[in-house]
Structures are given as structure tokens and as C-alpha cells.
């Protein structure tokens, strides 16, 4: 089945450490995109691509970096930089055209120790 | 530029009751409007769309949404709730621009009293 996986799905991590999260979709989707959700304050958009090999900075960009090296890829890495990085991250892709509808992996939960 | 008022962060009805999820939006052109659903520590999945066309529009699980152009709304509504229908509901909003991003809301968390 066409769909967007993303794992793991909780995650811990040390403060000082980076980590990676992982985003791949089977939908032949050109764009791709990353949110941070927090209690009480819906959802962030952190990057996104719409393009194999080029992405854009969304409103929380800071303390996060991405790659789009193929069209099926969008991994996310949350840096030692980030401040708060404990949260739910959200994946998400788009076709080409349409009406702007957003498919949605499952999540990913970050937890810092 | 566009944003997304959802009013009321809960909402509490009791099972068979009406469900009315309140939604308001900005926008500079006629929008792309959306209701998702998020289940706990799961992804999105959407409910229903408007894009073009009837004003009333109909989703999955029995809600429907009306898009009233003259008060900037699209309000989510279900004639009976049922206890599956607790969740967490975001209204979004598509710009239109060259990104065509989503603009989403806080969100509206559901609860269904027995």
C-alpha cells in the first residue's frame, strides 16, 4: 500500500546528541514536509521540499537540519543546538497540483533525557 | 497571509449529542479549507475538504463542514457523536501561493461522555 513511514517511532535521546529521524514515502510525491507538534499549539512547519535536491526553511527552522537527495527521502536531523527538541514530529507529502491535501506518516516521538 | 482560528481548545459532548467544532480563517484569496483528525500519537488523517463547488461538503465518519464565505468560517459538524469520535481535530488553510502551504490551527481536542 502507497504510503509514508516513518521511524522510529519514540525515540530518547541524551542532550548533546544529534539524532535522525527518518521519513520515506511510496506516493511518487514531489514535496515533502516536516512539522513539530506541541500540546496546545498544533502544528510547526519546520522544512519542507518541494523539489529532489532543494528545501525551504519553515517558521522553527532553527536547530534542525534536512537532505533531499532522493525523491522517496526527507530525513530530519534535530541538531544539539535545539533547545527544546523534546516533541511529536510529524511527516508529510504532497502531489504535484492538486488542492493542497497533506498525507501524513505516523509520528515520530522525541524524547531528550 | 493566512491563518487559522479554531475557538475552543476542548470541547466535551455527550455520546448521541451534536458535535460542533468551531473554525475561522484569514485569507487574501479564496481558500483551500481542510478538517483533519489525530488519534493519540498517530498522524493526521483527513476528514474532509473544500476546494470549489457545493459550500457543503461531506466526510468520512458521518462529519460534514459548511464553508460561509461572508463569515470567513468552516465549522465541523456531526449530527451524533459517537464515543470513537474523541480526538484531536485541526482546521488548515492552503495560501494558494507558489508553496501552496498549509496553515494550521492549535487544534480542538473532542471528548465523548458516555
Same mark, same amino acid.
Given at each position: 500500500?502507497?504510503?509514508?513511514?516513518?521511524?522510529?517511532?519514540?525515540?530518547?535521546?541524551?542532550?548533546?546528541?544529534?539524532?535522525?529521524?527518518?521519513?520515506?514515502?511510496?506516493?511518487?510525491?514531489?514535496?515533502?514536509?516536516?512539522?513539530?507538534?506541541?500540546?496546545?499549539?498544533?502544528?510547526r512547519?519546520?522544512?519542507?521540499?518541494?523539489?529532489?535536491?532543494?528545501?525551504?526553511?519553515?517558521?522553527?527552522?532553527?536547530?534542525?537540519?534536512?537532505?533531499?537527495?532522493?525523491?522517496?527521502?526527507?530525513?530530519?536531523?534535530?541538531?544539539?543546538?535545539?533547545?527544546n527538541?523534546?516533541?511529536?514530529?510529524?511527516?508529510?507529502?504532497?502531489?504535484?497540483?492538486?488542492?493542497?491535501?497533506l498525507?501524513?506518516?505516523?509520528?515520530?516521538?522525541l524524547?531528550?533525557? | 497571509?493566512?491563518?487559522?482560528?479554531?475557538?475552543?481548545?476542548?470541547?466535551?459532548? /455527550? %455520546?448521541?449529542?451534536?458535535? $460542533?467544532?468551531?473554525?475561522?480563517?484569514?485569507?487574501?484569496?479564496?481558500?483551500y479549507? !481542510?478538517?483533519? #483528525?489525530?488519534?493519540?500519537?498517530?498522524?493526521?488523517?483527513?476528514?474532509?475538504?473544500?476546494?470549489?463547488?457545493?459550500?457543503?461538503?461531506?466526510?468520512?465518519?458521518?462529519?460534514?463542514?459548511?464553508?460561509?464565505? /461572508? %463569515?470567513?468560517?468552516?465549522? $465541523?459538524?456531526?449530527?451524533?457523536?459517537h464515543?470513537s469520535?474523541?480526538?484531536?481535530? !485541526?482546521?488548515? #488553510?492552503?495560501?494558494?501561493?507558489?508553496?501552496?502551504?498549509?496553515?494550521?490551527?492549535?487544534?480542538?481536542?473532542?471528548?465523548?461522555?458516555?
Open positions: 500500500d502507497g504510503g509514508i513511514t516513518q521511524s522510529p517511532k519514540y525515540l530518547f535521546r541524551k542532550e548533546g546528541q544529534n539524532v535522525t529521524l527518518s521519513c520515506e514515502q511510496n506516493l511518487n510525491h514531489d514535496a515533502m514536509y516536516w512539522y513539530r507538534q506541541d500540546p496546545g499549539q498544533g502544528l512547519l519546520i522544512y519542507y521540499s518541494q523539489i529532489v535536491n532543494d528545501f525551504q526553511k519553515g517558521d522553527i527552522a532553527e536547530g534542525y537540519s534536512v537532505s533531499r537527495e532522493k525523491k522517496e527521502s526527507f530525513p530530519l536531523t534535530v541538531t544539539s543546538a535545539q533547545k527538541p523534546t516533541a511529536f514530529y510529524l511527516c508529510a507529502s504532497r502531489g504535484t497540483g492538486g488542492t493542497g491535501e498525507f501524513f506518516g505516523e509520528g515520530s516521538r524524547t531528550v533525557l | 497571509a493566512q491563518s487559522v482560528t479554531q475557538l475552543g481548545s476542548h470541547v466535551s459532548v /455527550s %455520546e448521541g449529542a451534536l458535535v $460542533l467544532l468551531r473554525c475561522n480563517y484569514s485569507s487574501s484569496v479564496p481558500p479549507l !481542510f478538517w483533519y #483528525v489525530q488519534y493519540p500519537n498517530q498522524g493526521l488523517q483527513l476528514l474532509l475538504k473544500y476546494t470549489t463547488g457545493a459550500t457543503l461538503v461531506k466526510g468520512i465518519n458521518g462529519f460534514e463542514a459548511e464553508f460561509k464565505k /461572508s %463569515e470567513t468560517s468552516f465549522h $465541523l459538524t456531526k449530527p451524533s457523536a464515543m469520535d474523541a480526538a484531536e481535530y !485541526f482546521c488548515a #488553510v492552503s495560501d494558494q501561493t507558489g508553496a501552496n502551504n498549509l496553515f494550521f490551527g492549535t487544534g480542538t481536542r473532542l471528548t465523548v461522555i458516555p
